[in-house]
């Protein structure tokens, strides 16, 4: 009910909070989008992986085309390549130069930078989706629509549960090892990780510890759910596992100096 | 007017240490300090005193492990962002993104805050126009500190920590920076800074507290420091130096002698004619005619190095 005064609303303090977040969320987008190694690595290799990928017969006995067989592997490498390795190494020479540490003695603070990295990885992913799909859509790339709803939920969820493991590793090693590290396992996870091929590729003796990995949970229920519209509750399950524990390992061992 | 800043008992651990067979270790035992609105009190220390940690404590930045600190009357460890949005901070290391030009940079900073400073008449007062154009990376360690300096004001705060400010500044930005801070202080901010030079400390600070191993060694205004004692007219020190080899003199109880280096002496505490007489009386007896020979009142240097020489000869 309005009443009669005149007094405009002051902005309350979850107002505040939510406008920082939002122009922290802007600033992050636009400092990924601006630098040059990263649109290398969360779209150029993710483009090439989907040319690659349909020219060439490696997936021919996943789906009924090649496009419909890669498209959805290659979304969840845009997962990895934003979330996990993109932000993460951004974070760790944050972490080095006390960007983070200056942020963090603002209004904004930690809470509100991780949100805004949060909305930053997101909101680059979401122009990921739109080219590489847009790529795919192209070539003939034509998804199962049932499968759409849970292929939304399972771009944030990797989203999450890959920003929560690159905050891990960019909080507790040195920016030249998140370097290394979260390169390294971009490339080992797209080949063998359960990301670009399905986890069954894998060696009978490794496909027990390949299923529990984060990226075989992110890109097999991708596939399900765009190439035979089925929701692979067990995907779900896993990653939020792994939300939950890279978060609380990020939270107890993420080193701020 | 309560202050704006206590700090009692201070407690800091950091570690563990893989070298120390992972044991913690202590590096600050127990600072206080207060400082009020309208002051600038510094902390001033060598290299590894623990100045740079008392701040991060006070800035909410670091977990105590013991003793209080109120910042305007919170505690800054978790601090809301309506006390963070009351204090401005900079850091030593300038915790500036490389990547970014300085105004974009301080615009970013800015619509942080309710209320936030005018941000060209910052820029313009402390020349950041003249590099507005290269990104941090290629700035030099003076237009770094400019910038950071104008990131921590850019909030418009009441409390200011400024982590060594003058660090690679050259004489002219020295001055503009000096300049701004004695404005800050006359419009009423609480100004906490760190500084290892001496100079600084007495040109720029209200009331000084030396620390040294992540103690209290000394705190007093700069008056107070570099005087014996209140009611005695100012102290002056005494330098010469010599090549004959002397006997030790029989003086007043309160001329301390403190050979520098081999041949370098220096006498504190001269107060009197009498003080003086007794030294070249020294002299003649000896035989002694010094190559060289200053007098000039004690500085907070003179006030460091004793305090330094005397924890010296405790170890």
Known sequence: ?257 | MSPSLVIEDLLKDFGPVPALDGRMVRVLHGISLTAHAGTVTTLLGSNGAGKSTTLGCAQGLLKTNGGSVRLLGEDPFGASPALRSRVGVMLQDGGLPPSLRPIPLLEHVASMYERPADINSLIERLGINEFSTTSIRRLSGGQKQRVALAAALAGNPEVIFLDEPSAGLDPQSRQVVFDLIGELREAGLCIVLTTHLMEDAQRLSDYVYIIDDGRNVAQGTVAELTAHAANESPAQAVTFSATAAMALPVLPEHLQLIESKPGHYRFDGVRSAADLAALTGWWSSEGILPNSLTMQPRTLEDVFLEIADKGNHAN
Do not use: H
């Open chain 1, 1 to 257: 009910m309005r009443t009669s005064t005149q007094r405009p609303p002051a902005p309350s303090n979850a107002q505040g909070t939510i406008k920082r977040i939002m122009l922290q969320g802007r600033y992050e987008t636009l400092g990924m989008l601006s630098n040059g190694e990263q649109l290398i690595v969360a779209a150029v290799l993710p483009m090439l992986a989907l040319i690659g990928l349909v020219l060439t017969d490696l997936l021919s006995d996943v789906a009924d085309s090649a496009v419909n067989a890669a498209t959805p592997g290659v979304l969840a490498l845009c997962v990895v390549s934003t979330a996990f390795t993109g932000q993460g190494i951004a974070t760790g020479f944050d972490r080095r130069y006390g960007v983070l540490r200056f942020l963090s003695t603002t209004p904004l603070g930690r809470t509100g930078l991780i949100y805004g990295k949060v909305i930053a990885v997101l909101t680059v992913l979401f122009l990921q989706v739109v080219v590489i799909g847009g790529l795919a859509a192209f070539m003939g790339w034509r998804p199962a629509p049932a499968g759409i709803p849970a292929a939304i939920v399972l771009l944030i969820l990797g989203a999450t549960a890959f920003t929560a493991l690159g905050l891990l590793v960019a909080g507790t090693v040195r920016p030249e090892a998140t370097l290394a590290i979260t390169n390294l396992a971009w490339v080992l996870l797209a080949a063998t990780g359960g990301i670009l091929f399905p986890s069954t590729r894998a060696p009978d003796y490794l496909q027990p510890f390949v299923d529990l990995l984060p990226s075989a949970a992110l890109g097999d229920s991708l596939r399900a759910a765009l190439i035979s519209g089925t929701t692979s509750v067990s995907g779900i399950l896993i990653l939020l596992a792994w939300t939950i524990i890279a978060g609380f390992a990020a939270t107890r061992w993420f080193k701020w100096n």
